[in-house]
């Protein structure tokens, strides 16, 4: 979102709002295909009575089906990943009961959880077989999930965000980067980069100024870390610039390299973060700017220092976070925006965040599409349709078309 462009190139693309029918179908694909995986998962640690992998899967499917979800809408959960038992063209479900499931199965897997129990077979390649940590998780990825649907009243949100918050002994969270769910990426396999070629993430491609301009208004120490410099035709550096998303015209324009995705991202040792602390403090800052906790500078603050520290390794200093475009002025738009850095490489959290939020504010040109407005929803597969078009017409009808402008559930006016 307002982050990598195509370049050199004038036709559209993402950046332009320009959304296909195939844009989402790896996360599609790949969800469904590791769904079969988790579903077995289960089914096992509940016949073995292992309950910490039952939790552990809980989890994780939480994890992956509220991506898809809030990607596209109303999809097949409840009965997903039945192909062996026959059930080829699995109803969609609607999204509200997709969460009231999501919720029952984190609230169920963070009481399964037995230290005691360990991990009989062998350690995982996320937390190294500390279940505490894993705990951690099911119960930040709740704040997270709470916070995303907490425009509508079904869930009590800002109450049962009160009710984890308020008991550390039974809801533990995120308290450090140490804890969070960052997956170092060690190149040994199976354990590899999902960029099979470091050049396919960095070639023909740009940063968007608005990314850019952002950080370099702050100083911000993450710029090397995040991308390159930019360079004129001659070679020479020129720091950090970036080009407008969705310009006009064509990339001929610009008379100098902008600054290109660094490749130390997707080369190995790497990392790749699931969910991170910073987003826990970030959580805490908004839930006491609306009065359900307390304060909101401190955590804001936190949330920085955390995000920071996570890529360079050292806490931003005092005259950084002192500085008038740092310092919090208690606006929502301000911890959106930092919140909106932060979540950089997780993801699509910055989408599905900016689409709660309506924040950070975003620059418009007349070249995007769909009347200049970030999609809502990608499109359903051609797959859904060919292969399921009982249940992908009930969907569409249900949501309100398949197109790009309709809003899913969370994101309604209740």
């Known amino acids: 979102m307002q982050v990598h462009i195509p370049y050199p190139s004038n036709a559209l693309g993402v950046h332009r709002y320009d959304i296909t029918q195939g844009t ?22 509940r016949e073995k009575g292992d309950v910490n992998y ?31 038992s026959g059930n080829f063209t699995p109803k969609f ?28 077979y062998g350690a995982d390649i996320l937390f190294h077989g500390d279940l505490t940590k894993w705990r951690k998780l099911t119960n930040s990825l709740h704040l997270r999930l709470l916070l995303r649907v907490s425009n ?14 308020n008991d550390e002994a039974t809801y533990p969270v995120f ?26 993430y960095r070639d023909n491609r740009a940063f968007a100024s608005f990314f850019v301009d952002g ?29 407008p998303a969705a310009y006009d015209g064509n990339s001929s324009q610009f008379n100098f390299t902008p600054s290109r995705p660094n ?38 603050t936190n949330g920085i220092k955390a995000a920071i520290a996570l890529w360079t390794g050292a806490e931003p200093t005092e005259d950084y976070l002192l500085q008038e475009s740092v310092a919090f002025n208690g606006t929502l738009e301000q911890l959106m925006t930092q919140k909106y ?46 292969l399921n078009p009982i249940h992908y017409q009930q969907a569409v009808e249900a949501m309100g078309g398949d197109r790009i402008d309709v809003k899913v559930w969370w994101e309604s006016i209740p």
Request: hydrophobic share 40%; charged share 20%; aromatic share 12%.
């Open 24 to 45: 989402g179908n790896s996360t599609w694909t790949t969800t469904y295909t590791q769904l079969i995986n988790l579903e077995e998962m289960l089914k096992v640690s």
């Open 54 to 84: 039952e939790a552990i899967a809980l989890t994780l499917r939480a994890w992956m089906m509220s991506n898809l979800t809030d990607m596209f809408g109303d999809v097949p959960f409840s009965e997903a990943a039945q192909g062996e």
């Open 93 to 120: 479900d609607r999204q509200k009961e997709i969460y009231a499931k999501i919720f029952e199965d984190l609230e169920y897997a963070n009481h399964l959880y037995q230290n005691s129990l360990g991990m009989k």
């Open 152 to 165: 509508q009243p079904d869930f009590n949100s800002w109450e049962q965000m009160q009710r984890i918050l």
């Open 175 to 200: 308290t450090s980067n140490e804890d969070a769910a960052v997956l170092q990426v060690t190149g040994i396999a199976p354990n590899l980069s999902p960029w099979q070629r470091e050049q396919d």
């Open 215 to 243: 950080l370099n208004a702050m100083n911000d120490p993450r710029l090397p870390f995040f991308v390159t410099q930019a360079s004129s035709n001659d070679g020479q550096l020129l720091g950090y610039q970036g080009i």
């Open 263 to 300: 490749t130390t991202f997707v080369e190995e040792p790497m990392k790749m973060v699931l969910m991170s602390y910073a987003e826990v403090e970030f959580i805490k800052a908004e839930m006491a700017l609306k009065g359900y906790f307390s304060n909101a500078d401190l955590h804001y």
């Open 341 to 386: 850095y932060a979540l950089f490489f997780t993801d699509f959290q910055q989408w599905y965040e900016y689409r709660r939020t309506g924040y950070p504010v975003l620059p418009k040109t007349t070249t995007m599409l769909n009347q200049q407005q970030v999609p809502n929803r990608l499109l359903y597969p051609t797959s859904a349709q060919n």
